[in-house]
């Protein structure tokens, strides 16, 4: 049962459509409407800028570490990195906004930070020395899921091994269209690194 609660707790913070809210409330943009027409931290940078994309990847960070860490604050007999892997489902298929969200790389690396934030820390860095190397953010997302699988083991929890195997998987899949402009040289690079 406590599973099924904080399940649904963590689905409905990760449905929380932050790229929407910052568009809509700060800069009168639907940015549904704008660049790839997703709700993630990757299309803010690209149509909102520097600002708006960093409150929008703190915001679905935090998303992921909240829906870890509440059944903590109840004591709950779960496993918590499986409850926050719902937050990313939550991110990725929204309630709020008809179920079409983000990629899940912030959401994902949130429920990461509330438990092994060194682990956390390594992957912010993986991320942004690839990004910096290749001006690729999917390109970048996805290494960062491989290099972040390979590290899990060195800390011995076989639960953090399979989450972090599911969320490299879906990272991926989420990516396919992007892998496929990558290959066919017509994928975005970023300007401002």
């Known amino acids: ?86 937050a990313v489902v939550g991110h990725t298929y929204p309630i709020f906004a008809r179920f079409k969200g983000g990629k899940a790389v912030a959401t994902s690396s949130g429920i990461i930070l509330g438990i092994y934030p060194l682990l956390f820390a390594l992957m912010i860095a993986t991320f942004l020395i690839t990004l910096y190397l290749s001006k690729y953010v999917s390109l970048s997302s996805i290494i960062t899921g491989v290099i972040s699988l390979f590290i899990s083991f060195f800390f011995h929890d076989i639960g953090l091994i399979i989450i972090i195997s599911l969320l490299t998987a879906f990272v991926i899949y989420r990516h396919k269209e992007n892998i496929k402009r990558i290959k066919n040289g017509t994928e975005p690079k970023i300007t401002w690194m």
């Open 1 to 86: 049962m406590e599973y099924i609660l904080f399940g649904i707790i963590a689905y409905l913070l990760g449905s929380i459509p932050s790229a929407l809210i910052v568009g809509k409330a700060g800069y009168k943009v639907d940015i549904r409407e704008h660049g790839s027409g997703n709700l993630g931290a990757t299309n803010t940078f690209r149509v909102l800028g520097m600002k708006a994309g960093i409150i929008v990847t703190l915001a679905d960070i935090l998303k992921g570490t909240a829906a870890t860490l509440i059944p903590l604050l109840f004591d709950a007999d779960v496993y918590i990195l499986a409850i926050g892997l719902l």
